[in-house]
């Protein structure tokens, strides 16, 4: 790995961050997978030291929160008895995103529970500079997690969507038809219009387009935990600082504030790769 060029490890990092397979970047590359399993590991941990130090200050009004599945190494169902199942099993990554600019200035991976909800509120007010409105759905963990790590300064709302019972036969992977949605106040004085969870479920599709191991109905999917970690800094690193939003035409970190000028894939992949 060290003796690829930057341009060949931009090559390698650009097929991973639109969505490809190691294997998959492999046979376009023609470079071996566990150097580019090294490689993606490697900028991956740069990703999360250049997430902490520009995710800072933040003066987001208003975020919404969700958290979506993968699994890592064997599903849950399948994991043999007495295992320790911390590594393993189903793993869920809990995000944040602005609806106004797009960014997101957090995001953690880890069981569906109070604890790791409460670490990623934690993390996300210590990112924020201003009051701001939160908005979830009704997994409990959140109401502990925002009041830990928020207090009173927050204003939070939660929604819970209903949906058309699935169709059966032809066309039952379709997406089921919102048929309405109950808006609660949580804490202080959310605004009603905007408890919404629209812009974090977007998100979540664009996670499962993004990142092979997040894909549904594959075989695709993460053997250790440190390689799901990595690809999903890798994903909002990119997400945030070089990908152009087709909605603001900039990429989410110039329409925050955090950043002045477009990145390049290569300037990200030199910065977090040495």
């Known amino acids: 790995m060290n003796r690829l060029s930057l341009s060949r490890r931009t090559q390698v990092i650009s097929a991973l961050v639109e969505g490809n397979s190691i294997r998959s970047t492999e046979r376009m590359t023609d470079i071996h997978r566990d150097t580019i399993m090294r490689l993606m590991v490697e900028v991956g941990t740069g990703c999360v030291a250049l997430h902490n130090e520009q995710m800072r200050n933040l003066d987001c ?5 969700d958290e979506i599945w993968t699994f890592c190494r064997i599903k849950q169902a399948h994991i043999p ?52 409105q939160i908005s979830s759905d009704a997994l409990g ?28 036969g032809p066309g039952r992977y379709g997406p089921p038809r919102v048929t309405g949605a109950e808006r609660t106040v949580i804490a202080g004085r959310p605004e009603q219009a905007h408890i919404s969870t629209s812009h974090i479920e977007r998100q979540n599709l664009t996670m499962r387009m993004s990142m092979r191991r997040f894909t549904r109905l594959t075989n695709a999917f993460s053997k250790k935990l440190e390689n799901l970690h990595a690809a ?3 994903h909002f690193a990119h997400y945030n600082l070089v990908r152009l939003h087709k909605t603001t035409r900039i990429t989410p970190a110039m329409a925050a504030g955090v950043m002045d000028r477009l990145w390049s894939l290569e300037e990200l992949v030199d910065r977090t790769s040495k």
Do not use: H
């Open 61 to 65: 009004r208003r975020l919404q929160c």
């Open 232 to 234: 999903v800094a890798l």
């Open 81 to 132: 008895k007495f295992t320790d199942k911390t590594k393993i099993g189903d793993q869920w990554t809990f995000v944040a995103i602005d609806p106004d600019t797009k960014l997101v200035p957090a995001y953690r991976i880890g069981k569906r529970t109070r604890e790791t909800a409460i670490a990623f509120m934690g993390d996300l007010s210590e990112r924020l500079s201003n009051r701001v």
């Open 141 to 168: 963990a959140y109401i502990a997690a925002v009041e830990k790590a928020f207090g009173n300064d927050v204003d939070y709302g939660q929604i819970v969507k209903f949906y058309d019972a699935e169709p059966i």
